[in-house]
T-cell receptor, first 116, second 113 residues
Framework: GAVVSQHPSRVICKSGTSVKIECRSLDFQATTMFWYRQFPKQSLMLMATSNEGSKATYEQGVEKDKFLINHASLTLSTLTVTSAHPEDSSFYICSAQAGGSYNEQFFGPGTRLTVL | DQQVKQNSPSLSVQEGRISILNCDYTNSMFDYFLWYKKYPAEGPTFLIS?????DKNEDGRFTVFLNKSAKHLSLHIVPSQPGDSAVYFC????????????FGTGTLLAVQP
């Protein structure tokens, strides 16, 4: 299957700082990328959907000014957690999809964010 | 409101026996269902899927059954192997123009040698 990478795999930061997480599709062009968050022993919760070259669509309850998403190219989307707080500590996972809306999503390995 | 539920947080099965993982959903507009396998600190990997117009899909040791009237699907793994030990998530596609997936809470499968 297609490969999706995330960087960094793990990040620890101080409260109040901003953290950027990258999601790359390595061997295909991703017209759509999705960002999920998973708290311990819970489900993956969709945060936002981003299409290349347009603004992201955020799920209800997700602050778009806090979780900035940029999908500037067909192989890269970034999630920036601004002014991070301890409650933002979580496992962030992206997925990438090529072509039409019924194509398979390929998931990245995730990024563990710990905010002190 | 959890639209996709996996009521068993864990399941332990002997190697060689059948593993049955269950999933219930509430939204009749879901048009596609998927099962993913996930190891800790990794992203989910796709296992098998089923369209809402089918009631069964089989791929090797994995079979997914869909009962639309009961809004229930199940994943059967037979024979179970120790390497199958992982968290299994069912997911439902919301349909329409997007490919949004709504995940269940997961079931931790432990296959005992």
């Amino acid at each position: 299957g297609a490969v999706v990478s995330q960087h960094p795999s793990r990040v620890i930061c101080k409260s109040g700082t901003s953290v950027k997480i990258e999601c790359r599709s390595l061997d295909f062009q991703a017209t759509t990328m999705f960002w999920y968050r998973q708290f311990p022993k819970q489900s993956l919760m969709l945060m936002a959907t981003s299409n290349e070259g347009s603004k992201a669509t955020y799920e209800q309850g997700v602050e778009k000014d806090k979780f900035l998403i940029n999908h500037a190219s067909l192989t890269l989307s970034t999630l920036t957690v601004t002014s991070a707080h301890p409650e933002d500590s979580s496992f962030y996972i992206c997925s990438a999809q090529a072509g039409g809306s019924y194509n398979e999503q390929f998931f990245g390995p995730g990024t563990r964010l710990t905010v002190l | 409101d959890q639209q996709v539920k996996q009521n068993s947080p864990s399941l332990s099965v002997q190697e060689g026996r059948i593993s049955i993982l269950n999933c219930d959903y509430t939204n009749s507009m879901f048009d596609y269902f998927l099962w993913y396998k996930k190891y800790p600190a990794e992203g989910p990997t796709f296992l098998i899927s089923i369209s809402s117009i089918k009631d069964k899909n089989e791929d090797g040791r994995f079979t997914v059954f869909l009962n639309k009237s009961a809004k229930h699907l199940s994943l059967h793994i037979v024979p179970s192997q120790p390497g199958d030990s992982a968290v299994y998530f069912c997911a439902a596609r919301a349909g329409g123009a997007t490919n949004k997936l709504i995940f269940g809470t997961g079931t931790l499968l432990a296959v005992q040698p």
